[in-house]
């Protein structure tokens, strides 16, 4: 069989920083193969962390659409504390799988005053990441008659 010799590298925290050098020996054609896979995988490098300005929704939607940061499959969308009242929706992106963090229960407060539909909507597609909605409290808004 013909094979491809491949070293890796690496630095082991826990043992004091020792390297360890692992040598891998793999079909010729599974290693073409690999190769090609991560230059063809841009999307998994953009995946990112981003901080909303504020609990605003605005605020929110700014890094969910635009125009601080638009996401991408797998982000990672933090609400910081406070409390606001929604009177409109975030809709993600078509077809991705975000998580939509806040700072925790009873510290991000999230009133909902939109009463012509939910307070976020999503579309994911079957096979890209999970969508997550957590670390927030949700509330309907008692204001209206």
Do not use: E
Not at 114 to 141: C, D, E, H, K, V
């Amino acid at each position: 069989m013909n094979t491809n010799s491949c070293q890796i590298l690496v630095q082991n925290p826990f043992s004091g920083g020792k390297t360890l050098m692992l040598s891998i020996r793999i079909p010729k054609g599974t290693f073409v193969a690999l190769l090609l896979g991560l230059l063809w995988a841009p999307n998994a490098l953009a995946r990112g962390t981003y901080t909303a300005a504020s609990c605003n929704q605005t605020d929110v939607n700014a890094v969910i659409n635009g125009p601080t940061h638009t996401a991408v499959d797998g982000d990672v969308i933090n609400i910081p504390a406070g409390s606001c009242t929604w009177a409109s929706a975030v809709t993600a992106p078509s077809s991705i799988g975000i998580s939509i963090i806040g700072a925790g229960i009873g510290n991000t407060v999230l009133t909902d005053n939109n009463t012509s539909g939910p307070m976020f909507s999503f579309a994911p597609t079957y096979g890209n990441s999970l969508t997550r909605i957590s670390g927030m409290t949700l509330q309907p808004y008692t204001g209206a008659t």
